[in-house]
């Protein structure tokens, strides 16, 4: 460690046209084990029993890595977490899933250094198809070395081409090949297999071991983690993912009993019935009476944020009475659980308003206009057509906490979203009902534009929530996560007349 001086004496200032090379686990984050990402693929590509597979693999891997050589104890884990995956699933979860994760484990000091210089490499063990997403897309860097896998006919054959796995005088080779002409102007390692490139640089500096000091906020990458995916709330280390697949039949057999509760029993009770089986739900604000044909009080339309599907759900839960609401796409596994009478829309603007006109004349509504989960602290746009149609609109602001698994996804089986969440040890829903908006603030009453209403109720429930309101849509969220538009297969058409649920 005493051949090269610690980071913290690098001046960053000036840099602007330097070069910087920097290795991955230990010097740009703050951990030293890549276990977790390569866990994190196993599970979101491979489920519970490739996770399991790799954690059976994992002592022979730090075996190897700390008495024989890390090249071997890195290639077990390349092994144990890829073979027979496709590539593309692989190059997925490394675009929508492990940039949160990294993203949280930022070494300030080393970012320092390689956020002021104008050219950027890394130079990695890990295989490159896992991290180049991340580095390029939130870091900025310009070239990426890492270990390459093979493939056969769009798989990972679970081995690697030549040179091999990036350690020591490969990752040496690897620079030299790169940089024929000049030398870097900074090498940034964290052990001793970084020296051989580290001594090809002009100045080099090594980042010391300290796991207690404070990663980088996500405000200073180069762009907002907005939108991301995956099932896994926490890093699995190699604790958590034993303990994630200890929990995973316990979980499965107590959400089976959470949704049941939920979906058989009279809505009136559900409340308590979620509390005695570890569901927490919390109710701010003062909702609406139910309406009253008899007195003329109509139904409103309540205006929702969208963190799950289960949104309305737990809106029903807090009032007591179970609330019909429309939807752009559910599964069908969830229309058959779900306890309150959910209407798909047709994403025809005409109809889809009738549509909603008829509901509301027979009683209240909900709707998410995001037409889109977000898990950040973000609100996308808001689709403007509720506004139209009624000025009865009462926004509400949802939020919920998970610690084990996200009850949302994109590029998997939206049918085991409720189960996911209802999963979790004990899941909390918060609901605030906020004031009704204001006859003045309405399309009708205060001929306001429908757009400009949209815009006033999502302002309305992002400074509840302490969210930032964004345009973005649920096209940008699919095209980030799923490299799609999030189009859905034609479905038969429901009528308002054949609402469906049970």
Known sequence: ?????????????????????????????IGRSSFPYFALVAFEVGGILRLLFLLLASPLAGFLYYFFSESAGIQVLIFAAFAGMRVSDIESVARAVLPKFYSTDLHPEAFRVFSSCGQKCVLTANPRIMVEAFLKDYLGADLVLGTEISTFKGRATGFVTKPGVLVGENKAHALQKTFTTTKPEIGLGDRKTDFPFMNLCKESYMVPRKPEVRPVSTDKLLKPIVFHDGRLVQKPTPVMALLIILWIPIGFVLACLRIMAGSLLPMSIVYYAFRALGVRVTVKGGPPPAPEKSLGRSGVLFVCSHRTLLDPIFLSTALGRPIPAVTYSLSRLSEIISPIKTVRLNRDRVKDADMIKKLLKEGDLVICPEGTTCREPFLLRFSALFAELTDHLVPVAMNNKMSMFHGTTTRGWKGMDPFYFFMNPSPAYEVTFLSKLPEELTCGGGEKSSHEVANC???????????ECTGFTRKDKYRALAGNDGDVADKPRIGA??????
Request: glycine share 8%; aromatic share 4%; proline share 2%.
């Open 1 to 29: 460690m005493g051949k090269f001086p610690n980071v913290s004496k690098c001046e960053s200032h000036g840099r602007e046209k330097h070069t910087v090379v920097a290795d991955l686990d230990g010097t740009l984050l």
């Open 497 to 502: 007349d054949k609402i469906m649920g049970c």
């Open 457 to 467: 109720i999502q302002r309305m429930i992002a400074v509840s929530l302490s969210y």
